[in-house]
């Protein structure tokens, strides 16, 4: 069973800037493709950020770019998002999802696409 965990979420001010981890268990992370989602109250899971299985390729949510960073260690079984110039809109909660075995440079971006999912961690940025 593959488990994945979230942490680095909070409470910052708005421009602050956070790092969320996302550690994973099991034998398939480095060929896993990893995104990266967020809830806010009474709306629908978003897409932020998605990285492929090698790093190679990224896609990031047009609210987000040029703020956020996604990036991968594999030898570490760990994705990351790093948060920059956060907006009190960027409240959410934070999830890290995972779909093992897709050996492509396409980013998927549907929350359908993936297979496993972390717990979440809670984005609070103050105005």
């Known amino acids: 069973q593959v488990q994945r965990v979230e942490s680095g979420g909070g409470l910052v001010q708005a421009g602050g800037s956070l790092r969320l981890s996302c550690a994973a268990s099991?034998?398939?992370?480095?060929?896993?493709?990893m995104g990266w989602f967020r809830q806010a109250p009474g709306q629908e899971r978003e897409f932020v950020a998605g990285i492929s299985w090698s790093g190679g390729s990224t896609y990031y949510v047009d609210s987000v770019k040029g703020r956020f960073i996604i990036s991968r260690d594999n030898a570490k079984n760990t994705v990351y998002l790093q948060m920059n110039s956060l907006k009190p809109e960027d409240t959410a909660v934070y999830y890290c999802?995972?779909?093992?075995?897709?050996?492509?440079?396409?980013?998927?971006?549907?929350?359908?696409?993936?297979?496993?999912w972390g717990q979440g961690t809670q984005v609070t940025v103050s105005s």
């Open positions: 099991g034998r398939t992370f480095s060929t896993s493709a």
């Open positions: 999802a995972a779909r093992p075995g897709f050996l492509s440079r396409i980013v998927r971006i549907s929350p359908q696409e993936y297979d496993y």
